[in-house]
């Protein structure tokens, strides 16, 4: 962009990227100009926001409010298409922007106007305008599009995971990239519709309610609706498509309980049942501990037996991969998941190094459904796993504060990341350790947040300097030294509920 100089007689150009300034030399400034005016040309919008571990996840440029995803897919072929309508907000005075997404696209159109697109990097669709968009504009962004998402891959790899039956789209920390064009990071959350035209017998689960029954479409098929209402990340939206049992039902302050069952899972499907129908019973403890449950649905997914082979916490409703009910019922994978809800759902990370405050907050869930279930207490879970890791193993070399990108489900960050919290309930006593926890969740209650923000709060309530027990446990390679367990005569007994809770973690750990 020119910087221009209007002069009464010559006009004075200089080149200066951006930006231009208006008066006239020899004039004394007009009352209230004081400074020139600056105008900064249209910019396109960053391919990324700059996460430290996947810096090229998310957009800059625009905030998303809503996602209306709608879809046709055929389970004989994997063939997706469908449109997606986004309505943002621009915060910038925009040239172009970038979505991430990765199948075939037919056409955009920014509000109503056709767009022109061009694909960069892995995952960037670069979407150009016919208008320039200004800052605080209100957009809605048109995306048709089609693909087959399972031949569709990024590295070698499908975050799509196609079944006999149908398919799961769940995956963390992508997954949307498969299914719906989005700004793909956990800062810019939004509601979301979706609907799913599919062949009539099969059925399609997601966030949120059913604003109204399946609704019967030409050519033997049916369109199934969801609609989620609070805020979501993206990596949390999901799809299970496929033949499952839906269970409905109400809890007692009425909010809607949806749990589904895969018909594939065959002699593992009672074990499923028998710890998904404890959702309701979960969350309720949970809200005791962790403050007023955040979302307006609950429920599971018990994938089918060609599935996922890890869980996730998909808002709502976590889905389960079937390996979780090989030994029999397991309520602590289910205790885990609903954990998040309020750690990671709720409550997101701002940037993926605090992966800590999802998963060690999850895995210290699990010790407290240990002590209410009397199957171990969290002292002795503590004791029992510190004793597990040798002193020269490769655990205690990674942080869990600070893992690094390719170990961000590291066993570290569950069971290491659990041993912070019960050092730092000891470290405060259990009247404070129990007032952090609710007092971080309302405080960030449909947000983002940091670990050092957490530390801030600990030691606000606490009254005390934490920042050793943060740097030791979180941020300092080889394992610290525990008083307490050295002092024990022979190694601890082990929990009735660890090889329960150390199996789900070697499964969420991949």
């Known amino acids: 962009m020119r910087r221009v100089l ?254 589904a069952y895969s018909t594939s899972l065959g002699a593992l499907g009672p074990a499923a049942r028998a710890s998904i129908e404890r959702t309701g019973e979960i969350v309720d403890w949970e809200s005791g501990i962790f403050g007023p449950y955040p979302f307006e649905a609950q429920g599971g997914v018990a994938g089918p037996i060609d599935g996922i082979s890890f869980a996730l916490e998909t808002q709502t409703r976590p889905v389960y991969g079937p390996g979780f009910w090989r030994r029999g019922a397991n309520t602590y994978v289910v205790t885990h998941e609903l954990a998040h809800q309020w750690f990671g759902d709720s409550v997101s990370v701002a940037d993926w190094r605090n992966i800590w405050l999802n998963e060690g907050f999850a895995s210290y869930a699990e010790w407290l459904w240990s002590e209410e279930q009397g199957e171990g207490t969290a002292q002795e879970l503590f004791d029992f796993t510190y004793a597990s890791y040798p002193a020269d193993s490769g655990f205690w070399q990674v942080l869990p504060g600070d893992p690094g990108a390719a170990r961000v489900f590291d066993d570290a960050v569950y069971d290491r990341g659990a041993m912070t919290l019960h050092q730092l309930r000891l470290a405060v006593g259990d009247d404070a350790f129990f007032e952090i926890l609710p007092a971080w969740t309302a405080e960030h209650r449909h947000g983002n947040g940091t670990i050092e923000q957490f530390q801030a709060l600990a030691e606000r309530i606490s009254g005390l300097d934490l920042d050793d027990l943060f740097t030791t446990w979180l941020f300092t390679a080889g394992r610290p030294d525990v008083a307490t367990a050295a002092r024990k005569a022979g190694p601890p007994a082990e929990p009735k509920s660890w090889s329960t809770i150390r199996e789900s973690h070697h499964l969420h750990s991949r």
């Open 6 to 259: 209007t002069a009464a007689t010559t006009a004075l150009t200089l080149t200066t990227a951006g930006i231009m300034l208006t008066g006239t030399p020899g004039q004394a400034a007009p009352t209230g100009w004081g400074r020139p005016t600056v105008t900064l040309a249209p910019q396109p919008g960053a391919p990324g926001l700059g996460d430290s571990y996947f810096p090229d996840y998310g957009n800059g440029g625009y905030d998303v409010e809503h996602y209306d995803v709608r879809l046709r897919y055929d389970p004989a072929t994997d063939l997706l298409s469908g449109t997606t309508t986004i309505l943002a907000t621009a915060t910038e005075d925009l040239s172009r922007f970038n979505l991430d997404f990765l199948l075939d696209v037919e056409s955009v159109r920014v509000n109503g106007w056709a767009a022109t697109t061009s694909t960069e990097g892995a995952h960037e669709l670069v979407v150009t305008p016919s208008r320039t968009v200004v800052r605080g504009q209100q957009l809605t962004i048109v995306v048709r599009y089609a693909g087959i998402p399972s031949e569709t891959l990024v590295g070698g790899y499908t975050g799509w995971t196609r079944t006999d039956d149908g398919a799961l789209a769940v995956n963390e920390p992508e997954s949307a990239w498969w299914w719906f064009p989005s700004n793909d990071h956990p800062l810019d959350k939004a509601t979301f519709d979706v609907s799913v035209s599919v062949p009539t017998g099969v059925e399609v689960i997601s966030n949120g309610v059913q604003p109204r029954p399946p609704l019967a479409e030409a050519g033997n098929r049916t369109r199934w609706i969801w609609r989620t209402t609070s805020p979501t990340a993206t990596y949390l939206a999901f799809m299970a498509i496929g033949q499952y049992d839906i269970v409905t039902d109400t809890t007692p302050s009425g909010q809607p309980v949806v749990n």
